[in-house]
């Protein structure tokens, strides 16, 4: 290994998982020294921690290029997914702090896991090497399973992160018999170098070569929740904490949909003619059934569960439309459905009381009589995911369809907008409990709105609104980034 292989620019594009590390430790540390339950030191600290990351981030793409011999690479994608994920974890401190006080749980140890997860997922989101996916995949996927049984008294917590636990395993090795064959087939495991070998004139087996890629989409199908591989996802979302849930729903989803784009874009894209079909199947798959198993629940977690289904459908619909307008499309839905879930999940966690007692549909009747301002926050998350204008759910949905229109996939598009229509019906049945019943025993008992929980709910309004009245913002650096993704 050369002496130079390490310099202060590969330092600085690698600050954000550097801190996050770091603050994670720290965190561990304090825990027996403090010795105290659902201390707001950690939740702080943990704050100061992702908002150091975010400001690392940034900085890292004033230095934009390829770091430790090109396995990362800080492009404007990878700055992107990092900050969104960075945001994710921000959005996901803030309703903890009065969820873990409720549940009298241990907070060093939850405030670690978080950071050491999201440090995964920025690792996943910069990588150009597939050894270093999936070592952001596994720092990313482990936390997460211990986050999902984290209450331990709790048997719908220990079932979450069994069956997460046993089911992401076997995905993850799916995954790395793909990067196996990759290695065998060319030689390397660099997305360029992988690219390269492909499309040139000594490419190898074409069999072996489709072979590796199904089995990494079935690894990174897994994580998306994107069906066939969605099993998992309602009773892991059921069992979890509800912040957990949230964050499950939209930060490791965000990093896997980034390392799916850039795998498949960048090393996959010169047989993209083989891909094209299995994931368009997938994305069909994947709203219908998230869209007609949420018509069913009752259970408000388990909806939001199978909508995440779904909307991962919506996202699979850009990734088949193969082009720089549907890389863009994907990330900027993604964004916007960060916002959103993370919003409907905050409220959920504040009217579910201890022990989330109360989790059913029917408990959010009289929200709005009871507490205006939690309803007034619910409906704009649910119009959101309705995909209602001024929203950004409107105009993620509007750019990912027309990307697909644009590469010919019509029937995709008819589809995809009828199952839009399917799920309006789930999202308003909520509307209409808040508005329209009197109050029953959950919004009766709901205590006021803490800080955190009030920040967790207006801060995701403000963003979902935002993304809907001025999405050229976001979707011009997301516009800009997807072409440096190939």
Same mark, same amino acid.
């Given at each position: ?175 790395? *018999? ?135 459908? *919506? ?17 900027? *839905? ?92 789930? *999202? ?59």
């Amino acid at each position: 290994m050369p002496a130079n292989f390490v310099s202060a620019t590969d330092l600085i594009r690698f600050l954000p998982e550097t801190i996050l590390t770091i603050m994670g430790t720290v965190l561990m540390v304090l825990t027996p020294i403090l010795n105290r339950r659902s201390s707001r030191v950690f939740g702080d600290l943990s704050l100061v921690g992702l908002a150091a990351a975010l400001a690392g981030a940034i900085y890292a793409y004033s230095q934009p290029g390829p770091a430790f011999g090109g396995m990362l690479v800080v492009d404007g994608f990878a700055t992107f997914f990092r900050v969104l994920v960075l945001v994710v974890g921000i959005l996901t401190v803030l309703p903890s702090y009065r969820f873990l006080f409720r549940q009298d749980a241990e907070t060093g140890e939850y405030h670690a896991l978080l950071l050491f997860s999201i440090a995964g997922q920025c690792l996943m989101a910069a990588s150009n090497d597939l050894i270093m996916v999936f070592i952001g995949l596994e720092i990313s996927s482990i936390a997460s399973y211990v986050l999902a049984g984290y209450l331990r008294d709790d048997k719908r917590a220990n079932e979450a992160s069994l069956k997460y636990f046993l089911l992401g395993s076997f995905a993850t090795a799916f995954f790395l *018999y793909g990067v196996a064959l990759i290695y065998g087939s060319t030689g390397s495991i660099n997305l360029t170098a992988v690219r390269a070998a492909i499309s040139g004139q000594n490419a190898p087996s074409p069999m072996f070569i489709g072979l590796a890629a199904a089995l990494m989409f079935v690894g990174l199908g897994f994580k998306v929740s994107a069906a066939p591989f969605q099993m998992w996802a309602p009773d892991v979302y059921q069992g979890a904490p509800t912040p957990v849930a949230a964050f499950l729903s939209a930060g490791p989803k965000a990093a896997a949909f980034a390392v799916l784009l850039r795998i498949f874009m960048t090393a996959f894209e010169p047989i993209g003619s083989g891909w094209e079909p299995v994931v368009w199947v997938s994305a069909l798959l994947s709203m219908t059934i998230g869209n007609f198993a949420a018509l069913l629940q009752s259970n408000v977690k388990r909806m939001l569960a199978y909508s995440s289904i779904a909307h991962a459908g *919506y996202v699979l619909v850009a990734v088949t439309a193969r082009s720089e307008i549907g890389t863009a499309a994907a990330m900027f *839905y993604l964004a916007a459905y960060a916002f959103m879930n993370i919003g409907a999940f905050a409220a959920v966690s504040h009217l579910s009381g201890k022990g989330e007692r109360y989790l059913s549909i029917d408990d959010f009747a009289g929200l709005g009589q009871k507490q205006p301002l939690t309803a007034a926050m619910l409906t704009i998350f649910m119009l959101s995911l309705i995909g209602v204008p001024l929203t950004g759910g409107f105009f993620g949905k509007f750019y990912i369809f027309k990307a697909a229109l644009e590469s010919h996939l019509v029937w995709l598009t008819v589809l995809g907008l009828l199952n839009s229509v399917v799920a309006a019906f789930y *999202y308003l049945r909520i509307l209409v409990m808040m508005y329209m019943h009197e109050p029953g025993d959950a919004t009766s008992e709901a205590e006021p709105l803490s800080p955190g929980l009030r920040a967790a709910l207006i801060l995701p309004a403000v963003g979902t609104l935002f993304l809907g009245i001025f999405p050229a913002w976001v979707l011009d650096f997301a516009g800009r980034s997807s072409t440096l993704v190939k």
